[in-house]
C-alpha cells in the first residue's frame, strides 16, 4: 500500500487514550490545514467529518491507509481503533464532556473516553467534566471543523449559520468544578468496569457496561427520585435538564445528572449484593410489575436479554409481591433468583421420582395438617419441575410429569404452606429452589425415567421368590397366588413396595398396573409397610439391586439429595432420627397400636411416625410349628438332616416308624415320606385298618354322636381309616361341615336345666354366650359391660337375642330413663343355675378356667360404674307437625342426604351406598323417621318387582320406598340449622368439665 499512497511531510503521533479526530486535528494543525482539508489526502470521504460515524464506522483498510500517509508503521493506529470501537454508551448525539486542566496540559488533544457516556469527572483533577461551551452553550466535537483556516488548539470550533466566525472560547482556559466524592466513586466505579472488561476479559463486567443504559433508564423513571434536585447538589447553578426518552435511548443528560444517576447505579449493581436489593426493593415499592414479572417502564425484549446482577436482585425485591408459584419459578427466595432458562421440566424430570424422596417428605409435611402423605409427596416432588422452568403453563407441565397431579394441587399446596401458623412458605421454596439447582448442577446417580420406562415391565418378584425372602426372615408371606391368578396380598404388596422402591412411583395414578383399588386397599398396603422388619428391608433392597443388574443399569437402589441442602432453614416438617422413637416403639411395636395413636402422642404427622418405623426392627414373631415360615425353614433344614444315611439308619437299620421320626425331628410325616422316596428308601406298609364291627361303629358314630377325629384318637389311627371304615361297613355319614361337628350334635345330660339344654344345645358358642350373660348382668347397660369387655355393643345385643330366641323367653330387661338393666325372673333363674358346680363344670369343657374364675373381677369393675344420667326429653316442634326426634351424627348425615335427594324416592340399599354406613343403623332410623311422620314409605309394586328378577332365578325381597314429607323437611332444615349452636354447646360444656 506504501507504493500507491503519497504520505505527508510532517508526522504526528497520538497521544495515550486520544481520539482519532483529535489526532486527525493536530496532524492539520501540522501542515496549517483545517481537518476538512486533510481527509481527501488521508482517504476518508466527505462523511467522516461525523466523528462518531470516524470513530465507529471507519473501514479496515481507511484505518491502514492513514497509518501510511501519515508516514506511520503498520498497526500504529490499531489502538485508538480498537478503543473507539470497544466504546459501549457514547454521548446522545455525538459529542464529547472535557477536563479543561486536562486539555490544557496536553496542548488541546481530546481524549476518547470523554466521548463516554458515563465520563462524568476526571479522577486526576478532581473536577467535574464540562458538558459544553459555556460562551455558545454548544456540544462540543460533533463535526470535524469544516472550511479552511486553522484552528487554535483547545478551542470551540462552532461556526453559527451565516457567521464567518467561529465561537473560539479558548477552554483549556475555563475554571473547572470541584467534583464531588459522590461523582469521584461513580467514575472509579464505571473505571474499573471497563478495566476488567477491556483488559482482564471479565465477562461480569462486560455484561454490567452493556446492561448499564437499560438499568439507568429505568432508574430515571423512578418517580420518587427528584434526580434534578441531586444534581443541582453536586454542580450548584446548573441548567436545569429533561428526561426524555429518545427512541429508547437514555435522554442527554450532562455530567452532574449521570453522576447521580451513576451513584445508584453502582448500589443496585455493585459488589454489595444485599444492599443492592434493599434499593432496588425501595425502588420497586409502589411500582406495579409488568405480565410476566418485567420492572415497570423496561423494554421488554431488553429485560428478557438482561444476564447481569439485575434481574436477581430485582425478582428478590419483589419476591414477597408475587404469586407463590411466580416465586418458585423465579426462583426468587433464593440467592439465584433469575429469569427462567431454556432447560425444560423434562431434563429435570428425569432425576426426581413421582413421590418426593421419603427423607425430604419428612422434612417438607407439616407435623400437624391434614394432608394426605402419597398426594402431597407426589405434588411436592412435581414442585421441583417448576424452579426455572421456561413453560409457563403448569398444566402441560404436570401432565407430562404425572397426571394424577394437576395445576390446582400445586397450588393448594403451596398456598397451605403460606396458611400453616408459622409461615414457612419461604423456606419451603427455597428448599425447592436448592434441591432443582442441585439436580441442575450435579445431577443424579439415578435415571428415574428409564427406570418408570423398564421397570414397571419386570416381574419385580414371583411368588417363589417372596415366599423364600419372607419366611427366611422371620414374615409370613401371605397366601400364594393360584397358578391362573396374578400377585395378591403380601405378595402384591411386596411387588409395589419394591417398585416404590427401585422408581418411587406414584401408585394411586388412575389406571396403574399396580395400583390401588381403593382405600381399603391402600390401607391394607400402608399396613404392610408398617410392619416390615430390618432384616426383610434389607432382603427387599438387595432384590432389588439383582433386578438392576438384570436389566443391566448401572446405579445404586435408592438416593436422595444430600439433607445439607437445607441447612440455615425452618421447614415445617422434621426427620424421622428426631423424633421419639422409644414412644414409637412401645405404642407401635410393643402395644400393637395404630400409628395414629402414636403420631397424635408425638403431635406428628402419621407419615412422620411411618417413616421412623422403617429404621426401627420389630421382634421376630413366634409362629406355630404348622405357620409357613416354620415349615419353610423345616424344608430348608430338610436335605441337611434327612438324608439317606439318616433313613438308612434310623428307619432302615433301628426299624423306627415315620411317625417317631417325626417326632424326634420336628417335621411332618409326609415331609419325611417325600424325603426318603427321593432318597429311593423302600417305605414300610401301614397296619391294615382295625374296625370291622359296623354296630359298634354305628353307636360311636351315631348312639354316641362322636366325631371321626375322637373315634381315631381313642383308636390310636387316622382319621382317615375311620372315614373308609364308615363307607366299608355302610355307616351313613351325617352331613359334612359344622353340623356335623361334636358342639352342634352332642346333648347335654337330661337331669340339667331345660333354659341351659335348649341354650347350648345344636349351636355352636352357646356356652360362651351365657357367659357373657352372667358377665353383662353386673353391669347396668350393655354399652358398659360391651367397653369393658372391648367389644361392640351390638354383639352383646345379637347374642342376647340369640339366647332368648334359643330359650324362648325375655332374659333381661334392657336399661331405659334412669332405671338400668335388670334379668327378668326367667333370667335370675337361668343365671341360678350358671353357678351351680355342676353346670359350671360343663361351661370350663368350652371356657377356659382363669376365665370363669375372673367373674369377680369383672363384679368389681361394674362396682365402680355408675348409671348414666337420663337424657333430657327431647322437646317438641311448636309449628311443624311431626315428632321431635333426638338428632345424633348419624342421623344427621342420613338427614342432609334425604334433603339433597328430596325431589325422588330412595330405598334402604341406595342409602347404603351413599352414606356407606352399618345397614341395621340405617334402617333402624328410617323406621323411627317414618313413625315419626318425616317420611312416608310404600312397598315396590309388582311390576318394578318382577323387573329385578334375575334370569332363571326369582325376584327377591320386595323394596320398601321412603319419600320425604313436606314437614319433614320443614324439621330437617330446622336441626340442619341448630346443629352448629349445640355442637358449640356440647364443646363448651365438655371444656368446663375437663378444666
Known sequence: ??????TVPLRAAPIDGESVDSWIEELARRHRLSPSQLLPALGLPERARSIHRLIKATPEESWRRMECVAGMPEGGLRSVQLAGQAMRMTLVGGGTRFCPVCLGENGGRWLLAWRSNWAVACTRHRLLLLDSCPSCARTLRVY????????????CAYQPQHRSTRCGTDLAALSGIPAPQVALEAQDWIDGLQRDADRNGDLDSAITLDELPAVAYWLMGHEGTDWQARAAELAPGRARTTLLVLNGRLPKADAPLVAVVLDMARTVLGADHEAGVAAVRELSSGRRTRTGVVPAGMNFHRWKTMKGPFPNRFLQSIDTDMTPMDRLRFKSPTPQAGKPGNRTAETRGRHIPHLIWPDWAGLLLPLRSGFRSELFRATAATCLLIPGSSERAYRDLTTHFNRRVTSAHLSVLLQSFGDLPESGLTDVLAAFCRIADYLDTCGSPIDYQRRRERIPAHSLITWPQWRDLACEAGFHPGKSPRD?????????????HLLQLLTGADLGVDGHRFGFTGSSDHSRYVTFTHQLTLPLRSALAGHAQRILDDLEIDEPVTWSPPLDLAHGLTLPGALPSTLD???????????QRPVSEAAEVLGVHVEHVALALQHLDRPERDWSPRALPQSWKRRQAMPRIATRDFFEHEYVGANRTLHDLAAETGFSRSLLAQAARSHKIPLNKGKAPAINDPAWLRDQYHGQRKSTSTIAEELGTTQMTVNNALHRLGVTPRPPGIHSSEQMINRLDGRLAKDIRAAVEGSLGGWERLHRFQIAMVFPT?????????????????QFQRLERDIGAEIFVRSTGG???QPTKRGRRLLDHLEKPHIRSQMAKSIADHELDRLAEHQAAAAQQQFPRPRRSVSPFTEIPVTRLRITAAMLALLKDLMTHSDGECYGALVIDRLKRDPGNIYEQLHRLQAAGWITNRVEDDASWNSRATPGRGPGRRRTYYRLTSAGRDAILHEIARWPTRRRTRERAQSRTDG
Open 1 to 6: 500500500m506504501t507504493g500507491d499512497v503519497n
Open 144 to 155: 470535524l471543523p469544516g472550511g479552511t483556516e486553522e484552528l487554535p488548539p483547545g478551542t
Open 484 to 496: 391362573d391368578q396374578t400377585a395378591r396380598g403380601r405378595h402384591l404388596h411386596a411387588q409395589r
Open 581 to 591: 422413637t422409644t414412644t414409637i416403639r412401645r405404642i407401635v411395636i410393643e402395644d
Open 782 to 798: 350393655l354399652k358398659a359391660a360391651a367397653e369393658h369387655l372391648g367389644i361392640p355393643p351390638r354383639t352383646l345385643v345379637v
Open 819 to 821: 332405671t338400668p338393666q
